[in-house]
Nanobody, 128 residues
Framework: VQLQASGGGLAQAGGSRRLSCTASARTFTNAAVGWFRQAPGNEREFVAAINWKGSTTYYADSVKGRFTISRDNAKKAVYLQMNSLKSEDTAVYYC??????????????????????WGQGTLVTVSS
């Protein structure tokens, strides 16, 4: 599955931004999708994840209550709505997908870093 992340840019602290992750393959509709981010000098970290039908979501504690992940399988897209942005949200954001194939979202997230398909990343810069 080829993924394309978009929607990055400059935002002010307290503002909002919506990222999109779109796919080229119909198999995307069977895939768990995760958002990850990597700030300069830091390791990549998990942000949010959603299962194939959109009924289960996970969030990192640092974004819980501020970010919302959703998906539209008809459009083969997953979104990350980011509100109340903070300077520490500045990072390159990546989306990744892995076929759930009967496994739980938690299991899918376990294999995603090694076995998932990854997009190219989109930079979000939050100015304070």
């Amino acid at each position: 599955v080829q993924l394309q992340a978009s929607g990055g840019g400059l935002a002010q602290a307290g503002g909002s931004r919506r990222l999109s992750c779109t796919a080229s393959a119909r198999t995307f509709t069977n895939a768990a999708v995760g958002w990850f981010r990597q700030a300069p000098g830091n390791e990549r970290e998990f942000v949010a994840a959603i299962n194939w039908k959109g009924s289960t979501t996970y969030y990192a504690d640092s974004v819980k209550g501020r970010f919302t992940i959703s998906r539209d399988n008809a459009k083969k897209a997953v979104y990350l709505q980011m509100n109340s942005l903070k300077s520490e949200d500045t990072a390159v954001y990546y989306c990744a997908a892995v076929d759930q194939g009967g496994i739980t979202l938690a299991q899918a997230m376990g294999v995603m870093p090694r076995s998932g398909s990854w997009g190219q990343g989109t930079l979000v810069t939050v100015s304070s």
